[in-house]
């Protein structure tokens, strides 16, 4: 049966994939029946891309503890992020694993890397989990799974919203195709089988250590211009101009974002303006970002540590998929314009059009506009005036 999906269309070969290795190779058993009656649950969630994807599982803690308050709370992810959690409470322990399916060539074929994957298997089975739950219905991820021997494995058969759709036969509990939604929400409904019953997501879902914007005080905005797929960046003379207008306004208390990889256009983008460049590491990085008021940037990880953390933002979104990673109601602004790329939603392998991708249809005054707008919406005090603002007597 043919199943029209309004979200990202993938070739005949990745569909084809994805059912090969769901049906060739071999399904480990499931550990013995789980008894409903457990009130301390071992929950492993299962989240093996990128760290805003990692980021997200945040909103499944607390409807998770507050049916279950001693239920133990694991996340399996690559290495490169497993520090995010590291001081969340919630969070018995991040195991952060190679993915050598992820990775090129030379990697796909060292044994090596596959001796750490079997060695992180055997890690996981001894820790005999009660459910396991894969959020995006990635073929792979259930597999790797079924190795990991949970007592129940709860899956979507779509994957992430995608016209891939699987048979869910590595599944004990397949929540079947799931209704186009924001990926919180998608994480969120995921839960079902545990909890019995459907939850909304709930914002700010990481842990708050921001300090508050003091009175009198300039707003502190913090900009990351780069991050993910290059077709996503928006263009560094629009940055420059962007940052020459702030700077010239005064109203904010500017810091740029640099991941290691992404220091030389900071520098580029900084050069000659009074603006620090903050290179924190993965595990002070959610700190630092909640150090400030708010955040503009291109949809990346970072911001959505942003979202998740309660601060308003400025969404620069190219390529990316809206109904999936738009900031929700309430949260900020999302700048996208994509209505002249039948290319959209874009499966983000290869840009259809890389002479004028959909990312520099955001003119340079639409952001300033939505920047004010953050400004105005933070800085307005109990008495109606912006901070600094000289009050009458």
């Not at 190679?98 to 044994?111: C, D, E, G, V, Y």
Request: some cysteine; overall charge positive; charged content about 20%.
């Amino acid at each position: 049966m043919h199943i029209k999906k309004s979200g990202i269309h993938y070739g005949w070969a990745a569909r084809f994939i994805a059912k090969a290795i769901e049906a060739i190779f071999p399904h480990p058993p499931f550990r013995a029946p789980y008894h409903s009656s457990t009130q301390a649950p071992k929950i492993l969630l299962i989240e093996l891309f990128g760290l805003g994807d990692v980021a997200s599982l945040s909103v499944v803690f607390d409807p998770i503890l507050k049916a279950y308050p001693r239920a133990q709370i694991f996340i399996v992810c690559q290495k490169w992020c497993q520090e995010i959690y590291h001081q969340d409470p919630r969070v018995a322990r991040v195991i952060g694993i190679l993915t050598p399916w992820k990775a090129n060539r030379r990697i796909l074929f060292s044994s090596q890397a596959w001796r750490q994957v079997m060695q992180a298997v055997s890690d996981l089975q001894s820790l005999e989990f009660d459910w396991c739950i894969d959020t995006r219905g990635d073929v792979r991820s259930q597999l790797f799974a079924r190795w990991c021997r949970p007592a129940r494995l709860v899956g979507p058969r779509d994957y992430m919203g995608s016209n891939i759709i699987l048979k869910g036969s590595l599944l004990s509990h397949s929540l079947g195709i799931l209704k186009p939604s924001h990926r919180y929400q998608r994480n969120c409904d995921c839960l079902q089988p545990l909890l019995g019953k459907r939850c909304e997501y709930q914002i700010p879902s990481l842990c708050d250590q921001k300090s508050r914007l003091k009175a009198g005080a300039r707003p502190r905005l913090l900009i990351h211009a780069s991050g993910g797929w290059k077709y996503k960046h928006w263009p560094e003379n629009r940055w420059r101009d962007l940052l020459q207008e702030l700077v010239a306004d005064g109203s904010w208390s500017l810091g740029l974002l640099a991941a290691p990889d992404e220091e030389e256009t900071a520098c580029r983008l900084a050069e000659g303006f009074p603006i620090p460049i903050e290179k924190p590491p993965l595990s002070s990085l959610l700190s630092l970002i909640q150090s400030y008021d708010a955040m503009a940037g291109t949809d990346s990880g970072p911001l959505n540590l942003a979202i998740l953390s309660g601060l308003p933002v400025v969404d620069l979104m190219g390529p990316g998929d809206a109904t999936m990673w738009a900031p929700p109601a309430g949260c900020g602004f999302l700048l996208q314009e994509v209505s002249n790329y039948k290319c959209h939603p874009c499966t983000q392998k290869k840009c259809v059009h890389p002479n004028h991708p959909c990312i520099e249809q955001i003119s340079t005054q639409q952001v300033i506009a939505s920047v004010k707008s953050l400004w105005e919406k933070l800085c307005v005090d109990q008495d109606g005036q912006p901070p600094g603002h000289e009050k009458k007597i």
